[in-house]
């Protein structure tokens, strides 16, 4: 039984030291592996942090542009209302320049008519 007993033993050592052996292979191959998912978790969570900077930059880009937007309908009408201004600026001058010509003519013919009746 004793010799039973250490052949026993010895098999399960040798069991043993192929299971550390198969397991310390397996480490080794899993090393790269693991080391490739921490690279590409990396990478994702640096992703999703450029993917939320251009998220927030088009909404920075988008409120911008209706500001520029709101603010350049503004000056637009702004302008359209000075137009108007302008326009009736210029009719209110021709009118005017119109009645102070008839005025001329009429003064004009007056002196006319006073220089010929000497």
């Known amino acids: 039984m004793t010799q039973s007993s250490s052949n026993k033993t010895s098999v399960t050592r040798e069991a043993a030291d192929r299971l550390q052996q198969a397991?310390?292979?397996?480490?080794?191959?899993l090393e790269p592996l693991v080391a490739r998912v921490y690279a590409l978790e990396k990478e994702a969570a640096?992703?999703?942090?450029?993917?939320?900077?251009?998220?927030?930059?088009?909404?920075?880009?988008?409120?911008n542009f209706e500001a520029d937007r709101a603010r350049l309908a503004t000056e637009l009408d702004e302008a359209k209302a000075r137009?108007?201004?302008?326009?009736?600026?210029?009719?209110?001058?021709?009118?005017?320049?119109?009645e102070t010509s008839q005025e001329l003519e009429s003064v004009i013919s007056q002196v006319l008519v006073a220089l010929g009746d000497d």
């Not at 397991?23 to 191959?29: F, G, I, Q, T, V």
Request: aromatic share 4%; no cysteine.
């Open 23 to 29: 397991l310390k292979s397996l480490e080794n191959a």
């Open 46 to 63: 640096e992703h999703e942090t450029f993917q939320k900077d251009i998220r927030e930059q088009e909404t920075l880009d988008t409120r």
């Open 83 to 98: 137009e108007e201004r302008y326009k009736a600026r210029e009719e209110d001058v021709a009118r005017l320049a119109d």
